[in-house]
């Protein structure tokens, strides 16, 4: 089986190291390197009728900013160097999420950025790394 | 932020002219008198009643039961059947991974809770239990088991039919499903259609200013002034103001667009829908040797009631008006609320909508029911309209703090309700004379002025006639079902033929 990266991107300093690490290894072996973004959402949380009537909109609204302000520009500078890059964007939990997209994507290796959080606060809102390092079915390499 | 403050400062303008005319002396018994002989004929009209065993029993309520009793049978008892396939996908077994950040199932569904659970489970249940008895309980339960039905039919319609505008949003409900729907069978359905339509849409504008606002202001405020000393306290005569502040939050949501407080109430009111009923669990736990007695109490009141006006039809009677009133099965409104659900199998969510009377009204309303019944404190000769002070009472012999639980908690469900009827209102007002800001801004404004009307002036006839405008939209609303029953059941068979063969695809098996 012929390796598969995917990379977990947030905007921040520790996503954009992750990439160059995934951009390297991709780089290296040649594997095909999906860059992912997961846009915070939850299928149980409570909104207004008015919210729901025009969440559909707003949806393909959060999708299309997602690309075009985090995705698209990091896909566009590694397909310039010659990587086989794909970009990705989905609503949900960040951790679950990723998981989900590696599966669909037949992914051998996610690559996600260290987030740095504290002992408690990772005790409460959990961290990504850690949940995926825990639940996903491949390899996970946490980048600091 | 300039335009925004000029909004503002227009809103705040226009709402104190109308508390300074609400303020008046005389001048609420004035509207009083003006609106009372058209008030009285539309009220007398849709609770147009006949005698059973010497009890009044008004036309539109044995047309709502009747109703939901045929859609049990016609469906099959789909109350029971679909019961756990409903859970399912509530739960998000069924979740399209790839749909991920549209409205779910549970959204919908919570959203049109907390549309509907409100003062019709805190108030009207004590108002139920006081005038039929205990047994009354047993007539609402049997009502909201009926309801899962009619809401079950609607709210399939209502996905069914709804409108996909070009620019993203969704549209749906009764309008939509009576024109388009009943189109698809001819020319004569068609005229009927926009007939019943429009009908449902007027009677819809007047339910979303009555029961939908007034109702709502009037009774948060009685239940503020209950807590705050009551009629001798500062606040008692205070309506006015307290009707300018609530038109003011309400101005900030649908004029000013500021989504943030529409947002947070909608996520306190299931937050208080949760302490209510933990509450009321924790008194019938408390209380657990009484409740063998109450659920006695309530099975031979049921039957053979003692002591209350017309017998068994005069308890359940008291049942099933409480019942409608506070699940709105049958009244379509909640077709509304479901149609933006993300699916393309319609019926999946008049599955999901059978959990809304079995909360509202099989759930929230039997624990107030209980708890009413186990601390004694029903009172048969209880004003109908004091109906949340009595429920306070009840709670509050067990724990004494809780009337200000319950003010918070009546405060924000009529809220949130206020913020659904009118977003329910103004569809049905553009729907009647088109989309376009002029309509959109005059709804609005009208709809706050009637905010503060409802919280300042004692107005018996306009909220009898707003009573009588949300059960006006059965008549519309049902009539069309019915005709469109054939549809609903070629959606289901289709579904549940999949579902039996285990042909839907589930969430995770990817």
Known sequence: ?144 | MTKLRVGLTTLVSMLASFSALAQEPGIDEKINLAVKPFADAVAGAVFSSFPVAGVQIPFVLVWLIIAATIFTFYFNFINLRAFKHGFQLVRGDYHDPKSAGEVTHFQALATALSGTVGLGNIAGVAVAVSLGGPGATFWMILAGFLGMSSKFTECTLGVKYRRELPDGTVSGGPMYYLTRGLAEKGANFARLGKVLAVLFAIFCVGGSFGGGNMFQANQSFAQLVNVTGGDAGWLADKGWLFGLIIATLVGLVIMGGIRGIARVTSKIVPFMAVIYVIAGLAIILMNFSAVPAAFLAIFNGAFSPEGISGGVIGVLFQGFKRAAFSNEAGVGSAAIAHSAVKTNRPVTEGFVALYEPFVDTIVVCTITALVIIITGTWDPSVDPSAGVQLTSKAFETTFTWFPYVLTVAVLLFAFSTMISWSYYGLKAWTFLFGENKLTDLSYKVLFLFFVVVGSSMQLGAVIDFSDAMIFAMAFPNLLGCYFLLPVVKRELNEYWADYKAGRLVKAGAL
């Open chain 1, 1 to 144: 089986m012929s390796s598969v990266l995917m990379v977990g991107v947030d905007g921040s300093n520790c996503g954009g190291r992750a990439v160059e690490y995934a951009a390297e290894h991709a780089g290296k072996s040649g594997a095909r390197l999906y860059v992912a973004y997961v846009i915070e959402w939850s299928p149980f949380s409570f909104s207004t009728v008015q919210e729901n009537m025009e969440r559909h909109k707003r949806r393909e609204e959060e999708l299309k900013r997602a690309y075009s302000e985090i995705i698209d520009p990091i896909v566009s500078r590694l397909k310039s160097e010659g990587l086989d890059v794909v970009g990705l964007v989905r609503h949900g939990d960040v951790a679950e999420t990723l998981q989900i997209l590696a599966k669909e994507n037949d992914v051998t290796n996610i690559i996600v950025g260290r987030q740095g959080t504290s002992k408690l606060k990772a005790h409460v809102f959990g961290s990504v790394g850690s949940h995926l390092v825990q639940g996903a079915e491949c390899a996970v390499t946490v980048v600091p």
